[in-house]
């Protein structure tokens, strides 16, 4: 056995070795510029990107022309949800605006009409004073809705929006981390352009009901995106049977290379389009401009076939190395509460709060074992995390949670050890701690008046 | 984030892990924090008629920077005088553990929990001398 243990494949994955041995090539010879058309240089770098896109598209079904390589999931999220917005959308604060002008020009002011920024395009001032502006633009929504715990590249593209006048609902989860489907079909109303819920959770895991949620933002005629970094190379996709719209990947999160990602966008029915972010020489369709990432690209479709092929196998093996951890915790600790509903998770994802224990002192006590924790302490902003916190978790309780990432590379022997090792040192810690003391004594913990430091 | 060699040491080694008993009229208990908060310490002092502080003992909910102050403090605190437990600073705790800005709220809740065990301790003291 390899020490240290990585059990953080929820945070990134190593690089398959296959993966390595197809980037290569394209970081030695085959250094070409995809986008140089008049040379061989540039042709085996395009032809190289081309095969990738159609591994990538292979993965979720997509088709190749459907595939917009970025820098990894954070931007593809963002261009999802920007993109969209920008290209559908229209605020209050620009109807207003548009009224605001049209008046001034029937009033008779003479420079009315060069006030108008190009991004609304060319506009009928007359009709708008006659008509208003929210009838001329009645198809074009404002709102958008996503959950409480996504990533914070789709969280915080929501909230940039919202500071340009964009209204965004934020739904809250159930107590198992799953959406409740009859608040999204409430929140729906003509005003909203995109809904944005992630495929799987990074932190406990928990699989949303992708299908249903497509088929209801199908039925309405609002976009969907979904962010599936984590379920995508673990669990079965078919944009086309779960309806999506748009779909963020990311390389590094199934054995590929850092720095690489996509955005699938698709081209049919409908055919989705995109304000771009990045501007420049007008790459991927003028949807991201920027140098292709040519050995990134190679790896990220050479680790999508690998994943598409070996998936069935993988995920029981992975999963069945979960129930293994699980069961060897649960045999030897009392008061472990499992985060995230139990059935409906990524097969290598097990997320625990040890009550009484603080996770940062666990992660000190077992630091042969990479893993993360929704402790305040490891993160930068003294909070816990928001994702355990939405889940209705007490702070306490997520102040004492430990991820643990199973993933490609984990053996038996790890989980065998870490199991051990994680008992030793819980029990260790808890003859530590205060709080453990006194719920044995039976003293009611929540009964004490704390003062909140 | 790599830990400081002192904080892993005290951490792997606490000194002086333990319970007093709280009734005991020679014992005084701080008990600080909250579980919210993500940490709680409990330190307790023994303290003898002279007023020197015999044994000491904590346990502390919380990270390695907590469970360490508090292990230092019984440590500096064993064999002193109260006076001396009740002027410590929590600067001192910073500067031998050398503490990161992120950690040093550790530091005050082993201050705070030194200064309740000693307010304690002297409560306790004083409804003895009113009661007789």
Known sequence: MKFPIYFDNNATTPVDPRVVEAMLPFLKEKFGNAASRSHAFGWVAEEAVDYAREQVAKLIAATPAEIIFTSGATESNNLAIKGVAHMYGMTQADLFFLDSVARAKKEGRADAESLIPQRFGSVDLAEIAEKGAATVFADRGDHLITLQTEHKATLDSMKRLEKEGFRVTYLKVQPNGLIDLRELEASITKKTILVSIMFANNEIGVLQPIGEIGALCHEKGVLFHTDAVQAAGKVPIDVNALNVDLLSLSGHKMYGPKGVGALYVRRKKPRVRLEAVIDGGGHERGMRSGTLNVPGIVGFGKAAEICQKEMASEAERVNQLRERLFTGLKAELDELFLNGDAERRLPGNLNVSFAYVEGEAMMMAIKDVAVSSGSACTSASLEPSYVLRALGVGDDLAHSSIRFGLGRFSTEEEVDYVVKLVVEKVKKLRDMSPLYEMAKAGIDINSIQWAAH | MAYNEKIIEHYENPRNVGTLDKDDPNVGTGLVGAP?????????????????????????????????????????????????????????????????????????????????????????????????
């Open chain 2, 36 to 132: 919210a908060c993500g940490d709680v310490m409990r330190l307790q002092i023994r303290v003898s008629d002279e007023g020197i502080i015999e044994d000491a003992k904590f346990k502390t909910f919380g990270c390695g920077s907590a469970i360490a102050s508090s292990s230092l403090v019984t440590e500096w605190v064993k064999g002193q005088s109260v006076d001396f437990a009740e002027g410590l600073k929590n600067q001192q705790i910073v500067e031998e553990l050398s503490l990161p800005p992120v950690k040093v709220h550790c530091s005050v809740l082993a201050e705070d929990a030194i200064k309740a065990a000693v307010a304690d301790w002297k409560k306790k003291k004083a409804d003895r001398a009113g009661a007789k």
